[in-house]
């Protein structure tokens, strides 16, 4: 029994209404019918105010204000488990941020989103940026209303990246950003001056969607990724909600002109269904049985999708099963040559399908545009100009259309500005865990080279899943690797692969 299980059943309550409208939100991204989107808007409106109440009405504070002072956020009794504290801590946390907003501003800012959601499939299926112009308007001006509810020291943003990665603040992003850029860039002009290794023409053709989706299943599954707690669906923009340890739902889209997309779409999204299905199913709702923070749960995703799943084992195992679910079309491909065709760096238009050295631009660009909307008070109107323009900047091309350029992506639909760097913050961590990882498993690229990933899998579910939001990021890191969050490894790594492959 747990020191604080009258808190823990209150969390748990508020649980299944918050897992309920996460429901909502999967079925409106793969199945819901497009007549629904107004009533499924109030639907969600209603069930975030209803998770609203719970967690800051009177009965929920009566409970969390017999272990915590519910103004200073101090835990009252010192005898408490480290972990019991770290969840009270937490909790207060979470409640601290919720009564800072009204309930009526969360109704609105989810029903908005939910239109918003519906207006960006249909701007970027008929590429109109003006379609969801107004909805990106009001989005950003909830978020800047949502912002200064919230509070925060410096600058607006500030209080929505620290939503999904607490403690970090736009002035610290700049700094860690600064260095990664100039490295980056610079590396990019040497690999571009670089003789290109391999012809990319053996990554289109006809490739069956339903032969894809079978083949990324068979992934998925030595991954450890649990089928009877999880399934695979189709959407636009491939995403992973997670309900419950055994409800946990990943998605993917399939090209049937390419395919490499899609295997490194599943087994990125991959990544974070394990985490999701590794938490503590007894912890359900509260902060113990949560990701630590979204850059952790990228980093989950990003070590299986570029650490893993680019690596020569991995394909050593899984080349010569691709070539048997698509017959004639890659026979004469050997493991060398597709090891660095699936790793080629080419300047990409679409983030989710960049390589790994232009992936962290596209995530700067769009940091530094939610810097300008958020805190600089650029005009929306301006996104697909600005986009063009830090794209030529940075990628060294230009989009021709707004589909594959300011809509490509879902996120500030939903209001969510200040998670992309998430990304990158997870590709840092990402390389340090693993090099703990290959410390601890002395043999794990040969095992991956068997298909043999469950060390893997088991591996993170016990050194990171399993502990819940006990440790921030930071934390976690030094207590996994025993040094300091850095983005030095990362960019080391970067330049080793990259450098072997193209002969620098």
């Given at each position: ?17 918050d897992?309920?409208?996460?429901t909502l939100?999967w079925?409106q ?12 808007s ?29 103004e ?5 009794d010192?005898?408490?488990?480290r ?21 009526e ?7 908005a989103?939910?239109?918003?959601v ?16 107004p909805?990106l308007?009001?989005?950003?001006g ?18 929505l ?20 850029r ?5 590396f ?27 083949f ?6 030595s ?9 695979q ?21 399939f ?26 199913p007894e912890?359900f ?7 630590v923070?979204f850059?952790?749960?990228e ?8 650490l ?5 084992p ?7 099963r ?17 090891y ?8 990409s238009?679409?983030r989710?399908?960049s390589d ?5 631009l ?10 300008a909307?958020i805190?600089?008070?650029?005009d929306?109107a301006?996104?697909p ?15 021709e ?10 996120h ?23 090099e ?12 991956i ?10 591996w ?16 976690l ?23 072997e492959?193209?002969?620098?």
């Open positions: 029994m747990s020191e604080i299980d009258p808190l823990k059943k209150k969390l748990r309550e508020i649980g299944f209404l897992s309920t409208s996460m939100r079925d991204q793969t199945y819901m019918p497009d007549g629904a989107a107004e009533f499924r109030k639907q969600k409106s209603f069930i975030d105010q209803l998770i609203h109440r719970r967690l800051t009405g009177r009965e929920f504070e009566g409970v969390l204000g017999q272990y915590v002072d519910l200073s956020g101090e835990v009252l010192d005898g408490l488990s972990r019991s504290r770290r969840a009270l801590e937490e909790t207060f946390r979470d409640y601290d941020k919720a009564r800072s907003l009204p309930t501003f969360v109704g609105k800012l989810s029903e989103g939910s239109r918003s519906q207006a960006w499939h249909k701007a970027k299926e008929e590429d109109d940026f003006e379609i969801f112009l909805h308007e009001e989005m950003v909830l978020s800047k209303k949502k912002a200064e509810f919230l509070g925060y020291e410096e600058e607006p943003l500030d209080a990246i620290d939503y999904f990665e607490p403690g970090m603040t736009t002035a610290k992003l700049k700094e860690i950003f600064r260095p990664v100039e490295r980056l860039t610079d990019t002009d040497r690999l571009a001056a670089a003789d290109d290794p391999v012809d990319d023409g053996l990554l289109t053709g006809d490739f069956p969607a339903d032969v894809q989706y079978d990324t299943c068979e992934i998925l599954e991954m450890g990724f649990d089928f009877d707690r999880g399934r669906d189709e959407t636009a923009h491939p995403f992973t909600m997670g309900m419950h340890p055994t409800d946990t739902r990943v998605t993917n889209r090209d049937p002109e390419r395919v490499v997309s899609a295997i490194g779409s599943a087994v990125h999204e991959g990544g974070h269904g394990l985490y999701e299905q590794g938490l503590d912890e709702g509260n902060p113990l049985g949560q990701a923070s850059g952790i749960h980093s989950q995703s990003r070590l299986w999708e570029n893993v799943g680019s690596s020569k991995f394909w050593r195992h899984w080349l010569p691709l070539k048997a679910h698509f017959p004639g079309q890659l026979d004469g491909v050997e493991l060398d040559e597709w660095e065709l699936y790793n080629r760096v080419e300047p238009l679409i989710v399908e790994e050295v232009h992936y962290n596209h995530i700067l660009l769009r940091f530094e545009l939610e810097d909307l805190n600089g008070g650029a929306p301006r996104v100009e600005l986009w063009d323009e830090k794209m030529e900047e940075y990628i060294g091309v230009t989009p259309s707004d589909a594959e350029g300011a809509l490509q992506d879902i500030w639909s939903w209001g969510q500005f200040g998670y992309f760097p998430s990304y990158a913050l997870g590709n840092f961590y990402s390389v340090q865990i693993f703990q990882v290959k410390a601890e498993i002395p043999d794990v690229m040969d095992l080279g068997q298909g043999d990933l469950l060390p893997i899998k088991e993170l579910n016990e050194n990171i899943h399993a502990y819940g939001r006990e440790f921030k990021a930071g934390e890191i030094r207590e996994l690797t025993g040094e300091e969050p850095s983005a030095e490894p990362f960019l080391d790594y970067l330049e080793d692969k990259y450098s492959i193209y002969g620098l």
